[in-house]
């Protein structure tokens, strides 16, 4: 069953000086009840404005949608008592402790102070947070400050969850953290729409995967329906003279059936049609030309070749926050 719906939404942004953009140009996008869907997609794709639509925080100039079929436009306060957010900056009270922040959003939720105090309590000990409940938040790590402003989004234990690249910024601890908690909160039944930045993240944690480009799904499916998609193997070279790279790049292209693409870095990488051989082969010309390399072998496709195939924009290009959307 979806739990999640949407069809056809458009949002254009008013123009700054320029022609206006469609942050969503009839996004359709569907979330089974108790999975995790993940959207992926360049810088300004139109991931945060999903979000913000389907929390109620915008309107789109048209389209529909509906969350556990409450219609998003025609009863945005009955899409906001069953949900829970969690943008991309912690939206906590940095004067307030951690305990009274959650107590606050429970007073305002109408829990009622006995239950808002209860509900407090087992959030504060589910994230971690019992030795620094009673301390300000300003005092808190950039981790501590994540874990309470997702506590906060689960105060009334909503059933569908929006979280809008969670764990930015974070240490790799608190990442993992955070993920630990995501697939718990799964496994009791919450759906959760996710936004990320981390394409290991969404590889984890979502049964679904929906790419993003100039507002529109590209493409859907698990992670391993998506990287079947692109095909093939890939031969990846890293070498230790930036100068080298034209001369790599030329060898790669003799051997490849598509295009060569970098990592940002001193790697290069192409899709190939026999592995081994196309590896041997290019080993063989790199050696005769003298480069010196770092590194060479062959890899099954990853969600970042998926990406980078699908939007012309390699995944680095995204970790950056989402303006324009």
């Not at 949002?11 to 108790?34: H, I, Q, S």
């Not at 007073?107 to 006995?114: F, P, Q």
């Not at 990853?302 to 390699?314: C, E, K, R, S, Y």
Request: hydrophobic share 40%; net charge negative; no cysteine.
């Amino acid at each position: 069953m979806a739990f999640i719906e949407a069809s056809d939404l458009v949002k254009t942004d008013p123009p700054k000086g320029a022609p206006e953009v469609r942050a969503l140009d009839g996004l359709n996008l569907t979330v089974p009840e108790g999975t995790v869907t993940a959207l992926l997609g360049p810088n300004g794709a139109g991931k945060t404005t999903t979000v913000k639509v389907l929390t109620t925080l915008i309107r789109p100039d048209s389209g529909a949608a509906r969350i556990n079929g409450i219609d998003v436009l025609a009863d945005p306060q009955g899409v906001r008592r069953m949900s829970g957010a969690s943008g991309q900056y912690a939206a906590v009270d940095e004067n307030l402790t951690g305990f009274e922040n959650l107590l606050m959003v429970g007073l305002l939720y109408h829990l009622g102070r006995k239950r808002a105090s209860q509900r407090a309590r087992e959030l504060i000990e589910l994230f971690d947070l019992v030795d620094a409940q009673n301390r300000p938040v300003k005092g808190f790590s950039g981790g501590m400050r994540r874990r309470i402003d997702l506590a906060g989004a689960l105060v009334i234990n909503p059933p569908v969850l929006f979280l809008d690249e969670p764990t930015t910024g974070l240490d790799p601890r608190s990442r993992l953290a955070l993920w630990d908690v995501i697939e718990s909160l799964v496994a009791g039944g919450t759906t959760v729409l996710l936004t990320t930045q981390y394409l290991e993240e969404a590889d984890r944690l979502a049964d679904s995967i929906s790419i993003i480009d100039t507002g529109r799904v590209i493409a859907e499916g698990t992670a391993d329906q998506l990287k079947s998609s692109v095909g093939g193997q890939r031969v990846a070279i890293s070498f230790v003279q930036e100068a080298d790279a034209p001369a790599v790049e030329q060898v790669l292209q003799r051997y490849g059936t598509g295009s060569v693409v970098s990592d940002g870095g001193r790697t290069l990488v192409v899709p190939v049609a026999d592995g081994a051989d196309a590896l041997g082969r290019i080993m063989a010309d790199v050696a005769s030309a003298g480069i010196e390399l770092h590194d060479a072998g062959m890899r099954r496709p990853t969600l970042d070749d998926v990406f980078l195939q699908l939007t012309g924009h390699a995944a680095e290009d995204t970790k950056t926050e989402e303006t324009a959307a």
